[in-house]
């Protein structure tokens, strides 16, 4: 199922809007995952490739540019799958996706976790979300 040419993935799409939820919105700004030093960076990023996107200047997927929660989810897909032309193409979104995410991606296959000054783990993080969907469900 591997393909290592495209920068979407469903699955990785939804469970980053659960993620984006965590902290009660879905709105791409992941409060639950990211310290506080980092929201301007993140919303100023985050803008200026939405407008990018819009403009026909990313490889970016064109429905990241819907709203900021889209833009979150299409971004990580990105991220996750392709981390390689990610970093080369968006070296700061990338920064701050490896500190939301508590990454530290080296390129194509490097999936190491690092701590990266997040109060919690991305993995702490997936079992709190998947304790939030039981309880919802």
Do not use: C
């Not at 799409?13 to 700004?29: I, P, Y």
């Not at 995952?33 to 985050?46: A, V």
């Not at 701050?96 to 997040?118: S, T």
């Amino acid at each position: 199922f591997l393909n290592e040419s495209q920068k979407d993935n469903t699955g990785i799409h939804e469970f980053v809007h659960l993620l984006d939820k965590a902290d009660g919105a879905t709105d791409g700004m992941p409060e639950a995952l990211l310290h506080q030093q980092y929201t301007i960076p993140w919303i100023k990023y985050m803008s200026e490739a939405i407008h990018h996107i819009k403009t026909g200047q990313s490889d970016i997927d064109v429905y990241g540019a819907t709203n900021h929660a889209e833009f979150f989810a299409v971004a990580a897909e990105y991220f996750f799958n392709r981390p390689d032309l990610f970093k080369t193409n968006h070296p700061e979104l990338f920064t701050l996706m490896e500190k939301i995410f508590n990454q530290r991606r080296g390129g194509k296959g490097g999936r190491r976790q690092e701590a990266l000054g997040n109060d919690q783990s991305f993995y702490q993080q997936v079992k709190k979300v998947k304790m939030l969907f039981a309880a919802w469900r």
